[in-house]
C-alpha cells in the first residue's frame, strides 16, 4: 500500500471518503465501468445524485426500487450511491456482500431527527402499538421496527395491519400526517422531518404558479401539509416522474430534491421543469448528504473497495425482517 493510500485510509473515518489526488485528465466514466466489470460490481443511485452519477448507474430508482435492486443483485460488490442509511438497508439485505459508500458523512437530517435509543424510550410509551417507519432512519432504528415503508408503498403497508391495530409512525411527521389524512388511520406520530422537502416556500410558490398558470405543481409528501394542500399531484419520487411522463401537463413546478429533474428530462425532453424555491436565498432546493458523493469518490470507493458499510450482527439479525415485510407486502400489492 502507499504512504498516501495508508494516510488516505487512516484519515477516512474523519473525512468520510479516501483523500487521494485523482488525475484531472482520467477519464473517470470509463474507469469506473472498468471497475465495475473487474470487480462484478453494481451501481445503485438514487434519484437525487448528481446527473452524471445518474448516467452511470446500473439502476436508479427511490428508495423501494433501490432495496428490491439490493435484495436480489447477484454482484459481488454494491456500491450505494446515495446516503448512509440506504447503503445500511444494502447491507441488512445482502450482508454476504461487500457495500460500498462513496462517502460516509453523506447522511440524512430525517434519519438522524430519530435517534434509536430515544424512539426506545417513546415506543415504550405505547406498549400496544406496532411500529411502522419510514425507511429513512437508521439499522438501528428498523430493529425497533415491525415494518418498514417507503412512500410509493405506505399507504399498503399502513392498510396491511387491522383496523384496530394502534400504530406508530416514525420518523417523517408530514409524510406521517399526509398518511392519516389518505389512510384515516390515527396513528401516533414521531416528530421528524427532511430539511430539504419541509423548507420549501408556499409564498415563492404561489407567485410562481401566478406567473406559470399552466404548470402542474406536484409535491413529495415530505413536504409541509401547507405545500401539500395546494399540489395538483403528491407521490413518491417514482409517482412524480410518472406523472410527468404521463400527464398532459407540459410544464411542471416540482417540489422535491431537483436531482430527480435530471430523470424527469430525459424522459420527456420536450416539457418544462421548474424546482419549488425554499424558503432561503437559494433558487433550488438540494440534498447536501446526497450532494456529497462525486465521480472522483465513487472512482475511489470503487478502485480500493472503501469506504465499506460494517453492521452489528444482531442489527442485521433484528432489523431485516421488518424490510423482508415491506418487500413481501410490496410484492403482494404489484409495486
Ligand atoms: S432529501 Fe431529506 S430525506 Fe432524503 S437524504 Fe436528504 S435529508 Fe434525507
Redesign the pocket.
Known sequence: MSAELNLATKNLNKMGYLELDVDPTLDLVAEINKLKKEKNAVILAHY?QESEIQDIADYIGDSLGLSQQAAETDADIIVFAG?HFMAETAKMLSPSKKVLLPDLKAG????DSCPAPVFRKFKEKYPDHKVVSYI?CTAELKTLTDVCCTSTNAKHIIDSFPPEQKLIFAPDVNLGRWLVKETGRDMVLWNGS????EIFSHEKITKLRIKHPDAAFIAHP?CEAHILDIADHVGSTSSLLRFTRESDYQEFIVAT?PGIIHQMVKESPDKVFIPAPPNNACACNE?P??KRNTMEKLYLCMKHELPEIHLPEWVIEQGVASIDRMLEISAKAGL
Open positions: 437525487y446516503v440524512c437530517s430525517l434519519a429513512n427532511c430539511m430539504v422537502h415530505e430534491e440534498c448528504h446526497m
